[in-house]
């Protein structure tokens, strides 16, 4: 292994790779036109809100007070609409996924001890709609031991988690930076059958190139565009949106880290998948099929935690969710604890693959 | 002095047998072309001695070393411009050669970069220096190729039809760097489908067919083992025929030409003699002498009529 061959190829690598237009659209400027879109879509900034529709048949102190409490809770807009409306078309007319009604009923039964129920709507697809019962559910709890006198045996205090909460886009922020992850596995998935097809790895090794050399140039390569990727999506994050982020010398180290190992890992996985493809097809074929899962199920557009308890065991699977989950525990909840775990499994899944990846990929066309 | 010995050399594939049991030697300075038609087994042959192909059985010393063992041994003393030659698409000619340039030259800690441009020169692409090898032509990629091979001064050249798909002049020129090189004391294997290409350059070539050599020599013990004696055609009426047939001549006829082989130059003369003395009309005459292509042409069309050498 010669340091200076390596070199020698990612020179020659970087300037035919600065001549091909579409893979550094593909390469940077694709994960900050998705981060805009998602700026955008989120431009609140702040917590999500959620508009609740509320038609109180039933004006009372009790009900006010519970109105209030809603109010207060920061999870809802509350917008009071009259009486006489129809409630579901005033929400389906009002694009409004929340409705509640105070009915008649609900002073009378309150002060004659007697349950006072609330009738609550909602879009059962709604991604919040969980949360949305969660916290109604806490405030009907406390009026509960409001008026029945208890004193709480157990409470909850919070102190904030992050130094400041945590904007939508923040979540985006690690999921994207794990996209730009994929990055090396495309680049081998689509170099080796077509670098075999046309034999140039022959023509390499005419030169006394090593197969370990090449590999540690495309390594490098695609850390070093990785980096750039990334450094472009904090920037855009930060400028545009103001994403506020763990900096530390430990939180960079193991972002760097984390980083180095899954793309050795995703190198490995590319190499492998591109020795099985045979032409152009079946690399767009595989391509996607490991492509979409990991989109869709590690975390990249929709945070792990928020996904149904089956999908989240089979993104248990996808090696890109550790990636994401570690930058997610460094950069914003600043769990290094849970960060060092991660990076633990992606190392050990990156060394298994790599030496697979390696023993068996031959530079040979026999 | 035997730069590449070559013995019992074997190579299948599946059922075929693409090299069958060949066995040759080849000089130092010497230009050896392997001759024959597609599929005869050339790049098979070239590309085991290259140290990229496996043989299935038999064995090759390549400047006394061993062309797998010591592929790596051997990369700075070897150029070698392969048949379908391919390179980075988004690559330059002038990337590529310094990248060659670098890698070839650490081993022996020097840098063939100065080399650059004057190997651009000699095969005629300096001003697509800078073009990206996709829009490079079919003939400018081919020169590249042999660029490529040529970077490091190698003692040992191996070009697998080097001159395909170019146009007249670059072949011309082409031939003009293989002298070049010959004259600086290298050695050459070339194979060809062109025979004037072979006649022209080689020192000794080699007709194979269907994995065989038919025969390896000069090319002009070749012809001259092979050869037909020259032959006089000439153009004009039936009357030709019938003369010269009462004249004892053994008298091809053709459309319209008559063939009559000569024994010896001298006897052009008797025969015109013949036909004055009958009267006999002409329109026009030439003399046909065979060339190492005749000779190809027949040697292995007789090949493939028997379906094996004799
Ligand atoms: N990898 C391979 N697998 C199977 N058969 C092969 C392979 N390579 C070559 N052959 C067969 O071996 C025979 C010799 O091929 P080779 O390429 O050596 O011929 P060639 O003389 O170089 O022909 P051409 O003049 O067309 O380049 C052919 O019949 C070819 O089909
Ligand atoms: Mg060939």
């Known amino acids: 292994m010669k340091f200076k061959n390596v070199k020698s190829y990612l020179v020659l690598h970087i300037k035919s790779y600065m001549r091909s237009r579409s893979a550094i659209f593909f390469q940077i400027l694709f994960p900050v036109i998705l981060m805009l879109l998602f700026g955008s879509i989120f431009s609140g900034g702040g917590t999500s809100h959620t508009t609740i529709a509320i038609q109180n048949m039933s004006p009372s102190p009790a009900s006010w007070s519970f109105i209030n409490g809603l109010n207060k809770s920061g999870v809802f807009t509350v917008n009071i609409i009259s009486s006489s409306i129809n409630i579901k078309n005033y929400a389906s007319e009002h694009s409004i996924n929340s409705a509640l009604i105070i009915p008649q009923n609900f002073t009378y039964n309150m002060i004659n001890h007697k349950i006072a129920y609330v009738i609550y709507y909602d879009v059962p697809g709604d991604s919040t709609s969980a949360i949305n019962q969660q916290i109604l559910q806490n405030v009907i709890s406390n009026i509960n031991l409001h008026y029945s006198n208890t004193t709480p045996v157990m409470g909850m205090t919070t102190d904030p988690i992050l130094n400041s909460a945590p904007k939508t886009i923040d979540y985006y922020l690690p999921g994207l930076m794990g996209f730009t992850l994929l990055n090396s596995m495309f680049t081998l998935l689509y170099q080796v059958p077509n670098y075999k097809k046309d034999k140039i790895f022959r023509q390499f090794s005419f030169t006394g190139l090593t197969k370990s050399e090449w590999l540690l140039g495309t390594i490098i390569w695609s850390f070093l565009i990785t980096l750039l990727a990334d450094a472009v999506l904090i920037y855009v994050a930060y400028a545009a949106f103001g994403v506020t982020l763990n900096v530390s010398a430990v939180s960079f180290a193991l972002s760097l880290a984390i980083i180095i190992a899954s793309i050795i890992f995703f190198s490995a996985l590319g190499i492998l998948a591109g020795m099985v493809s045979e032409n152009e097809e079946t690399v767009t074929v595989l391509g996607n099929l490991i492509l979409f899962p990991m989109m869709f199920l590690s975390g990249v557009f929709f945070p792990v935690t928020m996904m149904p308890s089956y999908l989240r065991q089979v993104s248990e699977f996808l090696p890109l969710t550790y990636s994401v989950n570690g930058l997610y525990s460094i950069l914003i909840f600043n769990n290094f604890g849970m960060a060092l775990y991660d990076l633990g499994i992606i190392i050990i899944i990156a060394v298994i693959t790599f030496v697979v990846a390696i023993s068996i990929f031959s530079w040979k066309s026999e | ?310």
Request: net charge neutral.
């Open chain 2, 1 to 310: 002095m035997d730069i590449i010995v070559v013995k019992n050399l074997t190579k299948r594939y599946g059922k075929l047998i693409a090299v069958d049991n060949i066995n040759f030697t080849v000089h130092k300075g010497e230009i050896f072309s392997l001759l024959g038609p597609n599929g005869a087994g050339k790049t098979t042959t070239v590309e085991m001695m290259e140290g990229i192909r496996k043989a299935t059985t038999g064995s090759i010393s390549i400047l006394g070393l061993d062309p797998i063992k010591d592929f790596a041994k051997l990369r700075g003393r070897c150029g070698i411009l392969p048949q379908d030659f391919k390179f980075i698409d988004n690559s330059t000619p002038y990337d590529a050669l310094s990248f060659y340039s670098q890698v070839l030259g650490s081993k022996k800690g020097v840098d063939y970069t100065d080399n650059i441009d004057d190997i651009l020169r000699k095969v005629d692409l300096m001003d697509k220096k800078s073009t990206s090898f996709k829009n490079l032509s079919g003939g400018q990629k081919q020169k590249l190729g042999l660029a490529l091979a040529l970077i490091n001064d190698p003692e040992l050249l191996f070009l697998d039809e080097p001159t395909t798909g170019l146009d007249p002049q670059a072949r011309r020129s082409i031939w003009d760097v293989i002298r070049e090189i010959k004259k600086n004391g290298k050695t050459i294997i070339l194979t060809t489908h062109y025979l004037d290409e072979a006649e022209l350059l080689a020192d000794r070539v080699g007709i194979v067919n269907k994995g065989k050599f038919i025969t390896l020599d000069s090319p002009n013990n070749i012809v001259s083992a092979n050869h037909i004696p020259d032959r006089l055609i000439i153009k004009g009426s039936e009357r030709i025929y019938s003369s010269l047939t009462d004249a004892g001549y053994n008298v091809r006829s053709d459309d319209g030409m008559y063939e009559i082989l000569m024994k010896n130059p001298t006897e052009v003369a008797s025969v015109f003699d013949v036909l004055r003395n009958n009267n006999v009309t002409w329109n026009d005459f030439f003399m046909k002498r065979d060339s190492l292509e005749d000779v190809f042409v027949r040697l292995v069309g007789k090949v493939n009529e028997k379906g094996d050498v004799s």
